[in-house]
């Protein structure tokens, strides 16, 4: 039978799910959840290559789609994008490398919250008891500064690279949505400093699991900052709420999936929500993502756009130094308010 405290034993998720004796989740993985959702066949869809046409109609067309995408599901795919399908497929391979590494290599144990590199299997709070996750994950931050894992070898390079290709979709995207908003051309670049626009790459590996039904990828959360990437090996997983109901996410190959963020709701003053999504697992097939958040420059204090504040006649969100915002929510506070909810003015 599989030990019933894994990580006291030195186990990672994926060395548990191997483990030839398991046939049921340890207690410690045991979350309350309801896995199911819709199928959608209406998932918002956004060409990029539209948005940065020179073509008047196209581009007007893609600026619509991406502000109904943002105002409808807060969540879209992103297609024809400009980024190699080799080089997505390559840091999917490379991070899967990282996850099949000895532990010894592999363990980056972070000390605080800081911590730019961290990695091992995730937790929660519920009901104010910590469960595990049915996942293995490393983070890194890769942007204004670089660090990333010592091995594989080739990941530092392609996840350099990757970042770095993304940071110019980003910037398109947020140009179209500063243009949505209708705010002063550069006002949100500079607000914002998206120069040093602050990047987070995290890989998240997902086992077969014997009772998915019990347990969870990543419990639902909303994450900080604009606009995160997510891009998969295929195997589904991901799943959206929205009008209170979840739905499956289906994206084709080499699109990325995209979904606002707090600080896109926190800087629209409430006029674009974050998301809410979970992770689900499964019996068959390993699932693994790649994720990239993107947001503010880490010392930039977010609140809401003085252009919006203006027209709404208050603002709805209070002030937070970014990086504070992102270093409490990686101390993994799944359960009580957010962030996001504290900063909430009534």
């Given at each position: 039978m599989a030990p019933t405290a894994p990580l006291a034993n030195g186990?990672?998720?994926?060395?548990?799910?191997q483990s030839p004796d398991l046939k049921s989740v340890p207690s410690e993985f045991t979350f309350a959840n309801d896995s199911k959702g819709s199928n959608s066949d209406t998932l918002p869809v956004v060409d990029f290559s539209m948005l940065v046409s020179d073509n008047a109609d196209q581009r007007s067309k893609a600026l619509l789609d991406l502000a109904k995408a943002c105002e409808d599901w807060g969540f879209f795919v992103l297609i024809n994008h400009g980024i190699p399908e080799t080089l997505m497929e390559a840091i999917i391979d490379a991070s899967l490398e990282f996850f099949d590494l000895p532990e010894d290599e592999k363990r980056y144990e972070a000390k605080s919250a800081s911590d730019p590199v961290k990695s091992g299997t995730g937790t929660a709070n519920a009901a104010n008891h910590k469960i595990l996750l049915w996942r293995d994950f490393v983070k890194s931050y890769v942007h204004p500064r670089f660090y990333c894992p010592?091995?594989?070898?080739?990941?530092?390079?392609?996840v350099s690279e990757y970042s770095e290709r993304s940071r110019s979709v980003l910037r398109e995207l947020l140009q179209g949505i500063s243009e949505n908003l209708e705010l002063e051309a550069g006002s949100m670049d500079e607000t914002l400093n998206l120069d040093s626009c602050f990047q987070l790459y995290a890989?998240?590996?997902?086992?077969?699991c014997p009772e998915p039904d019990l347990t969870i990828g990543i419990p639902p959360h909303t994450d900080h900052g604009l606009l995160t990437f997510l891009i998969h090996n295929g195997v589904a997983g991901l799943q959206i709420q929205h009008k209170g109901e979840w739905f499956h996410t289906n994206s084709p190959k080499n699109s990325i999936l995209v979904n606002t963020a707090d600080h896109l709701e926190i800087f629209s003053n409430g006029r674009y929500k974050?998301?809410?999504?979970?992770?689900?697992?499964?019996?068959e097939a390993t699932r693994i993502s790649v994720?990239?958040?993107?947001?503010?420059?880490?010392?930039?204090?977010?609140?809401?756009s003085v252009e919006l504040?203006?027209?709404?006649?208050?603002?709805?969100?209070?002030?937070?130094?970014?990086?504070?915002y992102v270093e409490t929510m990686l101390s993994n506070r799944y359960d009580g308010k957010g962030n996001l909810e504290c900063l909430k003015i009534q």
């Open positions: 186990l990672y998720v994926k060395d548990l799910a010592d091995k594989p070898r080739r990941l530092r390079d392609i890989a998240n590996f997902y086992p077969p974050s998301v809410k999504h979970r992770a689900v697992v499964n019996t994720v990239l958040a993107n947001g503010p420059a880490p010392e930039v204090v977010v609140s809401p504040v203006k027209r709404d006649g208050r603002a709805l969100y209070g002030p937070m130094k970014y990086i504070e």
